[in-house]
């Protein structure tokens, strides 16, 4: 079935350090691809997403690009702040039966220190 | 905006016992809710999806009477764990989504932890 792997941690960086979340997934079709992002106490939010091959996600300075031929959707960042220390997703959408489901990875929280 | 909130955050009930947790909308009306659960190091699986005012339904795999879903209002779906055991111990997210905004988007509550003793 469809699925997402993430790269799992745990990942500890500097501040201003360059990170890489890695993501592939699986899947028949052509999914959407996002990264969610959860603060501590807060609910996930979506930080960016990409419809379709060779699109780009950006926000907040993070960006995601749709490779089809490698199945993947790697998050990166050029400079970490402190207050990037959150557990982020992957995640496909499946559309099943008229409907659209998501699909998540486990999650990796990096821990970004001063 | 597109808020979702849940109630409460966190629970502790006996074995053999029911628990009900709340999942709101606060500032828009959701016409589909979905209920989450996740492991400890696990990624979120879907349990349930419900249309307001229609039976939920669920994923393979899941008891529907052991987790009775009602989404009576558009604003408010909640979630009875029935006769909870230990195993059922987790963490358990909703989210929401309003398709007459044009958007597949959920909208996703901060989640509930359950621990059941």
């Known amino acids: 079935g469809d699925s997402v792997t993430q790269m799992e941690g745990p990942v500890t960086l500097s501040e201003e350090a360059f990170l890489t979340i890695n993501c592939t997934y699986t899947a028949t079709g052509y999914p959407s691809l996002f990264w969610y992002v959860q603060y501590p106490g807060e609910g996930l939010q979506l930080l960016l997403k990409?419809?379709?091959?060779?699109d780009k996600g950006s926000n907040k300075g993070f960006e995601a690009t749709y490779r089809k031929e490698t199945t993947s959707f790697h998050l990166e960042k050029g400079s970490v702040q402190v207050s990037d220390s959150a557990v982020y997703f992957c995640?496909?959408?499946?559309?099943?039966?008229?409907?659209?489901?998501?699909?998540f990875g486990k999650g990796m929280k990096p821990t970004v220190n001063p | 905006g597109a808020v979702v909130s849940q109630h409460p955050s966190w629970v502790i009930c006996k074995s053999g016992t029911s628990v009900k947790i709340e999942c709101r909308s606060l500032d828009f009306q959701a016409t589909t809710m979905f209920w989450y659960r996740q492991f400890p190091k696990q990624s979120l699986m879907l349990m349930a999806t419900s249309n307001e005012g229609s039976k939920a339904t669920y994923e393979q795999g899941v008891e529907k009477d052991k987790f009775l879903i009602n989404h009576a209002s558009l604003t408010l779906s909640t979630l009875t764990v029935t006769s909870a055991h230990p195993e059922d111990s987790s963490f358990y997210i909703c989210s929401a989504r309003d398709l007459r905004r044009g958007t597949y988007e959920q909208y996703f509550g901060p989640g509930t932890r359950l621990t059941v003793t």
């Open positions: 995640a496909l959408t499946l559309t099943q039966g008229g409907s659209e489901k998501l699909v």
């Open positions: 990409a419809t379709k091959a060779d």
